[in-house]
């Protein structure tokens, strides 16, 4: 695992030779004021000690509108336009983790999706390890953490002076080597300040001790806690559609193409048979639906919780549900 | 990268069948535009497809034919919705996708030696022909035990493959027992519910195996019989439906607990449900 530190006077620099290959996004503050991701340059500077973007990332890899095929002259077809090359610089651990877990459904080796694959193939992922932590960030919970480098080819920690690069990947170690002439190496004060950034990040958060136990315990899928939440849950979709781990998907037909939209297990319809029958007929199965696919079915499929922490959640629920508060009770 | 597994096969409508008296199910034999399609179409009774209108959509089909039938496939479709409506409005020559196969067979390899009980009801029999079709071929019939059949539909009318139903019945290596819930006139056979005609007919559980596909309130009934009867949970095998669309375990929407039934299933052993939570 490769160390070199970057100074923050060759970050432009650097990001200008990745521009040279391809398109570069990166944290900017947008017409709203919030800080998001960003095609790179804009006239307004780069944003390093932002929280996190309002919305993930998982749109470059799942597009919310994505055609699969064409209907051209009878035919079904693929028509494949080049994919061009991304580099999304300064997207959060948290966010990056959870493309390590989409790929475990949509790289599946058994199955490859192979829209996700090439979209994931062709984006380089740099992220930038936390500044800061909210109150409903819980990364460290799920296994994930400030510092997780799980999902990006960098992993990069801002310090007094400039960047300090991880490689995680073979990609990853490609983009250093290119860059030699701009990067140092990485001192062993330069880590152990990174260290002691993370760890204080780390710090901040607040646990949820159970996050990855609550819903494999007996009884949880029975607990009368599902109908409370259920009663409140509006089934707007937020909490989905927000969730850097959420994938699930529609295919629809329009009159010269297939479709794939982002859906989500709140809505009524997802589940709903021709016959009228619906296996999850009320909010409180949908709910359930939800935090059982990301605390238990996920951790029996692939041994790791699908939820990366990030909060989005909890902070975007116009109704303030807390996944945290029933993987709290349940686990007491 | 292998074939992308969201683009169908094209095929044609080469004949369609009505199979009942409501006239709302309808079988469509399709034959695949080229060779080298029905070259890597390879099924196993049990498993399912996804036919594709281009502009209609997508859904998923059991396949009611056996392999051993040669090229082409066959399905039996009732009119429920958009994409049904829109399939029973073709003629034959229409042009229509085939994306599969998909899902997990019926435990193929657990069955020589076994005496086969298959039990199905309404418009779930689909795959159980297929099924049937397989284990009557000449060159399998022998490595089977006894064959059992329990078919129930509402009415005399409403049973599907009535003719092949009727040369079943005329063989002495099957025993098809055919159940309504309303006779009319010329009615001779069962009356009643399938959960009672099995347990009229007390089949068995020694060496056998259990092949059920039908309506929710068939299963809630018939399991039970099952199980008095002595069948194992893992001698009492089930296919399942839920809403799907991508077929390939990615879009999220079929999944009992852990378990994707496109993916997974749709065929499960009783055993392998009771893990699962009851949600279907
Ligand atoms: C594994 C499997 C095998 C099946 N085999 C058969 C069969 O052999 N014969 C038969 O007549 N029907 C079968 N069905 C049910 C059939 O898929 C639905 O009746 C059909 O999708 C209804 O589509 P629609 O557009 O006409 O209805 P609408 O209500 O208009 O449905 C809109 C869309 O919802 C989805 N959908 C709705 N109901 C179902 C459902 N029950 N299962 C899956 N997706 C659904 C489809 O994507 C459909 O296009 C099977 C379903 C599954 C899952
Ligand atoms: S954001 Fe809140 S109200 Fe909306 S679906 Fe999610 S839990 Fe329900
Ligand atoms: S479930 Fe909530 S906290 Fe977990 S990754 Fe999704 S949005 Fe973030
Ligand atoms: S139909 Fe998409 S996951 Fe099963």
Redesign the interface.
Known sequence: MTEKLLSLANLDPWLARLRERGSVYAPGTDQAGEVALREWPQPEPLVLDYKNFREPPKAFFLPRNQTLLYFRDGKTVELNSAVPETFLFGIRPCDARALALLDRVFLDGDQNDPYYARLREKTTVIALACAQAMPSCFCASVGSGPGDGSGADLLAVALESGLLFRAGSGKGEGLLAEAADLLAEATPAAKREAAERIQGVTAQLTPVPTADSALRLRGSYDSPLWGTAGQKCLGCGTCSFLCPTCHCFDITDEPDRRVRTWDCCAYPQFTLHASGHNPRPTPKERWRQRLMHKFRYAVENFGVPFCAGCGRCIRNCPVSMDLRTVLKELGA | ??R?????Y?ARIAETVIENESRDIKTFRLAFEDPGSAAEFRHLPGQFAEL?L?????APFGIASAPTEGDGLLFSIKR??VF?AELHSLEPGA?I?VRGPLGRPFPWERMPGKNLLIVGGGFAFTTLRALIKQLLHPAQRAHYGSILVIYGARTPGELMYRSELAEWQKRGDISVHLTVDKADGGWQQHVGVVPAVLEKLKPGADGALAIVCGP?IMLKFTLPALASLGFSEDAVILSL???M??G???????????KYVC?DGPVFTRRELASL?A??
């Open positions: 990268m292998g992308n597994p969201y683009l169908p094209p594709s281009p502009g209609a959509g997508e429920a919705g049904t042009p996708g929710p439906e839920m809403r669309k991508c390939i375990g990615k879009c999220g929407r079929c999944n009992i607990g852990g993916k939570p949600e279907y």
